[in-house]
Each structure stands twice: as structure tokens, then as C-alpha cells.
DNA sequence: AAGTAATCGAGACGGTACGTCATGTCTTAGC
DNA sequence: GCTAAGACATGACGTACCGTCTCGATTACTT
């Protein structure tokens, strides 16, 4: 039976495992999740995702590194890029409170910059692969949707970046809540809305 | 000679000891400054202070309780209270984000609001003994400088003092400057300050 | 009751724990002999023992000082000097074979001779703690049985003790057994027998 | 140019490599000789020989069974079957000593003859392979002398072998030298030398 | 003044995880 | 069908800290 699924162990080989790496992705977020950061352990992470200690440092320098490949390829998929409109802006905004307080990936990023008060390496990965690409787009949404003539913000767009994002970054790191309500009051001070929408 | 100083070991007895509490303090603080929160052990601080790991065990229950203390201890120092003004406000801020920039000790809130994040027991405390009273203390100055006509926010008192502290909070852990005129900023887009200022 | 046995665990404390000790020194006795010397781990001690690996770390630098210390202990037991006589020569030889094939702290000689082999180290320690008091014990046991006029050997005594030993242990090393008749006929052709004997 | 030796890797088919057979013998003797029985290991020799570890798995069971084949080459060559003369049987033996203390192969057989106290597989396969032919050998001189009135030994072919191989051998496992002197003793005191000789 | 109690430095103990190495099995792909 | 290359699960290595414990010395409060 030529076609039929190999029984047992069938990947591996010459080149990378890809069940390998998913499996170790999803271990580490599901042990994130489950137990926190503080147990995230490669050991564990290896027994959860079935596969050997060393296979996981033949691929990934630490474990950082691990949460990082799964923040990035998460927030992919939730966090799509916002219209430069002030609505566009607002549920940009929104979507990412509730990434942060509501997502599991928003909580790898939680950890991921928590870790990097520790350790000065996850600070640069983290700032390279994911803050610096995010706050570029931010600065883009901000400059269209000025140039649209939708928005009039007083602040410089360097500031008003994190006159956004901090509030409701500082307030998911104390545990509080992030409501729309508190989005949309952010918004409607910082950005000088202008036109029809209030 | 039968009052001298006894040779070498000299203290210790049936009260806690003072200076072994300093010492752990400040072994703590030292190396979470010149190490980072990775390498802080018990058994680093125990050698540094040249301090016996049970004398720790017997007054702290965590790493993170040692830090706390030197947190309560130093901020209670540095962080006076302000002046329910425009300008006051203005300088508590500023000197805040001084405080988080380039104090030895807003390192250590730093680290502890990073460690919150992985661990719960960490969050409790922090709240308790930091977060919790400052966020007050906030709250009250706010309200004062409202009542005294200084200040006109638009945003609720609960939103504003995070769209305040949130983004000073944001930059430090990004690693980013936190300027005066970044406070500046902030202060006179969200305070509606009334009167002879601005 | 002053004198009673310590309820629960009453070891430890700032000195060496003998009977964590003990325990090593039985399990790797008992791994040796039920499993050989190529699956005998320091982890595997470890676990037999009940002990923590660190343990054995603190206070042995390798798996071969530990069996070092099980083949000095035993041997002192189970190798009483001999008696300067032709009949005290042969019994200490006939000690010797049965040691070397029957006892288990024999097996520990024959693993450590070959470990020797393969590490220069483990060939010092083992000359320095056994091989050599050894034959100076053996070369004293000939020289005052000479003296004595019980035995005249042609032989060198420094080329005797070999031409007597080493027989026996190559016997052992390749799996054959030593017989009191082998050993008899060594030691017939070899101690040049005097007087009333034979 | 179909003829022409092709440039870089080039063997290889679907017969046995004979290059790659005598790459892995010569680089694990170098390394048992460089470096010593335990960084001997299959990875190594894999490293050193060029060869991917697969073809060692392919063709040894064991990298005992690799220096098992070097032994038994390099023994061929150097250990050549002595005359059944007194002198012979000396001759035979000398050879055997400076073989052992000498000679990178006699390094290999003490590293087997340790080996083999760890691994009872080793040890079958020594004797198969070495150890009974090599036996069977010397008995064989020994029976051809005695026919021809060469010597005359006291003590039985089986014992007489390893009365005149033990010591030697022993001497070798133990790091002392083993003098032509050492062994003409034995071999005077032993063989009982029968005629013209002495 | 003797006894009690809590402190301290020291450090051994049973553990867990670290990051590295070698094992022997397997797959890919070139000749 | 052989080869080199190398990914993989397994498991031991020796190290660092964990948090608990026992020790012996020291010093203060009790009677």
C-alpha cells in the first residue's frame, strides 16, 4: 500500500521536522497558558511536545526564542492591519486590548516583555521581531489616516504612539481590565477626530 | 581585654540582626543593577552579603519580598509627594519617569512589575505594598488639583491617571528615553490646565 | 529517653551524612555486580542509593573513587595479611584467587584494573590506595618468610610477586577460574618449598 | 574524460568501500592511541575517518568490533609464530612483551582485554577471535618443544601458559615495564631448559 | 547565676533544570 | 545498493540553585 499513511514514526529524515516544530510551539504556549512562565521549563516543553530536549536546542537558542516564533506567527493571524481611517485606528486599538488581555498569544507577549527586564537579549528579539515592525505600522496607520485628513492628533506621532499603546499595555501588565469604553475615551482625547465622527 | 571587640565574628544573639537585614537589601539591590533579575539568587545575595542563606529564608519569603522591601524603602525617598498644581502634577510625573530611567531603584519596580507577570504571589504583593497606595496617592493629587481649579481633565480620574503613567511606564520597559518634554507632552494634552498656564 | 534512636529523618546537619555514605558505596557495589561497570551511572547510584546526585558530586571526584573506596574497605575485611610461612604464602595466594573470582569486592579490582586501562587517572588512584601498599605487603610477606628459612625462591622477589599474581588475575581477567590446585602449583614451583615441607 | 579520477568525492557505488573500511580501522587505532579508550568514541572516529557514522553502524556491530579487526591484523603481522626451541619460546615471549608495552596494537589489546571486564560481549568475542587461537597457539609450541626435548616444564601446558603470559600481561595492565630480563627469568625458572642451553 | 530561647554563619541534604554530548535508528539524496 | 549528511528520541554528564534541615556559637531575656 503505496499511498497508505506510514504507520508509527514516519517524519524525520535529512531535513527539519515540521510536526517537531509545531509540536514544540504548541507546548510552549499551552505550558504558558496553563502553568505560567516561571515553570515554562525546556524540560517540560520537550515532555509535553514529545519530542527531544535536544532537538529543541538544535533549533532555538532559548526558550524565549520559542515564544517569540509563536507570538509572531499568532499575531499574524489576529492582529490584521487597521483601515487610516479614526474607526480604522479605534479597532485597531481595541483589537489589540483584546489580543492582550483576551488571547493566549497576548500572553506570550505579556511574558515576552516582562522577560525582557531580565535579560537585554529577549529585549532586542523582541524589539526586532516584533515591537519595532508593530510600531512602524502603527506610525503608518497614524501618518494615512492624517494625510486622510481623519484624524488631527495634537501630539507628535512618536508620542502619540505610546500615548496609545501604553495605557492599555500598563494596564494589562497591573491586571486591570481594558475596556472598549477605555479605548474609545483614549481615542476620542488623543486623536482630534475630525468631521462627522465624533 | 574583656571589652574589646571580639575578633571576627562578633554579633548575632536573640534579636534580629540589623545589619545582616541592610546587607541583604543592598546585596539584592547591587546585583539585580549590575546582573539583572536572571542571576539574582538567593544564594548570590547570601554571598554578597556575606549573610547565611537561612538568615533569608527565616525573614523573606521570596526574592521578590527582598526587592519589594528596597522598593517601599527607596521610592519612599525619591517619590515625594507633589503639590496639587499644574506644575505640581507636572513635576510628579517628571520626576517618575526619572525614577524608572535612571534610578537604581526603578530598576527594581521595573523587575517586579516584570516578574508579576509570571508569577501571581508577585502581581498580590506588588499591588499591595506599591502599585495599590501610589495609584492612590495619584488619585488624591489629581482630585486636588481638580478641586483647586488647576487642572480640567476630560477623561475619567481611573482612566487618566493611566493614560499618564502608562505610557512613562511603556517607554522604561521598552527601554526607550523618557524626556521632560515627552512628560511635558502628555501633562498638557490630558490635564486641561487652566488659568495664567499656558 | 535520651539514649533512643532519632524518630524520622535525624541525619544531616552541617557534617558528612555517613549513612548517605554508606548507601552510595552499597549501591554502586550492587550496580556493579548485578549490572556491570558499563551501565554503572553516577545517576544510577544515585537513584539506588536514594541519595541526590549532588551528593555524590560533593564528595567524590568519579564513579572509580567511589568503587575505590568499596574495594579498600572490603579488601580490608576479607585480606587479612598472611603469615610468614610457605603454608601462610599459599593460603594468602588461595585468599587472593577466591577473592578475585567469588567476591563481589573482587569484581570492583577487575573493573577497576580495566577502568586503568582506559584512564590514567583511575591507574594512579588505583596504585596509590590499593595495587601498591598491595605488593609492598606482599613483598614483606616473601622477605620474612625468606628470613625465616621457609621458603628459598630463585626468583628476584620484585619479578616474584608478578610471576605469582599475575597468573591469578590474568586467570580472573579472561573469565577462567583459579583453583586452590592452580595456585598450589605456582606456588610449589616457584617459593623453592624448605624443610620439613613437602 | 570519462577515465580520469573524479574530483572530490568519488568512490562510492554499490560494493563496499575498502578506503573507507581502512579510513575507520587506522583512525580508530590513532585515537584509541591519542587520546584513550574513553573519548574513543563512534562519532569521533566517524569525524576523524571522514566517513559518516551510518557506514560504521552498517558494518561494525560495536566499536569493539572495530579495533577487534585491527587487532587481529596488526597481531598477524607483528606476532610471528615462534620455533619450538627453548630460544623460540623465549623469543615468542619477548615479542609478546615488547608487543604489549610497545606497539599501538597492544594497546589495543590491554583496551580490549579492560573492555572486555565491563561487557561479556566483548569478552566472547576477544577470546573467539584472539584469545583461543592465540592460546591455542602457544600450547602448541609448548607441546612441539617438549616433543622435541627443547624443555622440560613441572607444571601442566594450561598452567605453564598462563604462568608465562600472566605475568607479563599483568605487568602491562599495571604500567610496569616488562624488561627481556623479566621474561628470561621466568622463562629459565619455568621451562626447565633442558641440554646445551645454560 | 543558671536556664531558656531565638539569632547567626556554615553547609549538607534531596531535588529539578540546565545545556552538552554520544548513542543507535532513521530518511534524504547523490552516484 | 552503496555513500555522506544529518535529524531524531534517549539518556547521562557535571553544575547551579532551590528550600529544608542540623549544627555549634553567641547573646539576650527570664527566673
Redesign the pocket.
Known amino acids: 500500500m503505496p499511498a497508505a499513511t506510514?504507520p508509527g514514526?514516519?517524519r524525520?529524515?535529512?531535513?527539519?521536522?515540521e510536526a517537531?516544530?509545531l509540536a514544540v510551539l504548541h507546548a510552549a504556549d499551552d505550558l504558558l497558558v496553563e502553568h505560567g512562565f516561571g515553570?515554562l521549563?525546556?524540560?517540560?516543553i520537550a515532555r509535553r511536545a514529545?519530542?527531544?530536549?535536544?532537538?529543541i536546542?538544535?533549533?532555538w537558542p532559548?526558550?524565549v526564542e520559542i515564544l517569540l516564533d509563536t507570538l509572531v506567527e499568532d499575531s499574524a493571524k489576529r492582529l490584521p492591519a487597521g483601515k487610516p481611517t479614526a474607526d480604522g485606528v479605534r479597532d485597531h486599538l481595541r483589537a489589540f486590548a483584546r489580543f492582550l488581555t483576551a488571547d493566549p498569544a497576548g500572553r506570550v507577549l505579556l511574558a515576552l516583555l516582562a522577560q525582557a527586564q531580565h535579560d537585554p537579549a529577549t529585549a532586542a528579539s523582541l524589539h526586532e521581531r516584533f515591537l519595532g515592525p508593530r510600531r512602524q505600522r502603527d506610525l503608518d496607520l497614524i501618518a494615512h489616516a492624517v494625510d486622510a485628513g481623519e484624524i488631527a492628533p495634537r501630539l507628535d506621532p512618536d508620542v502619540l504612539v505610546d500615548a496609545l499603546t501604553g495605557p492599555i499595555v500598563y494596564r494589562a501588565l497591573t491586571g486591570a481590565d481594558v475596556t472598549d469604553d477605555l479605548v474609545d475615551a483614549l481615542v476620542a482625547d488623543l486623536l482630534g477626530v475630525t468631521g462627522r465622527r465624533r
Open positions: 506510514p514514526r514516519a524525520s529524515g535529512n531535513r527539519r521536522d517537531a516544530r515553570t521549563t525546556i524540560e517540560a514529545g519530542v527531544a530536549k535536544q532537538t536546542y538544535r533549533w532559548s526558550k
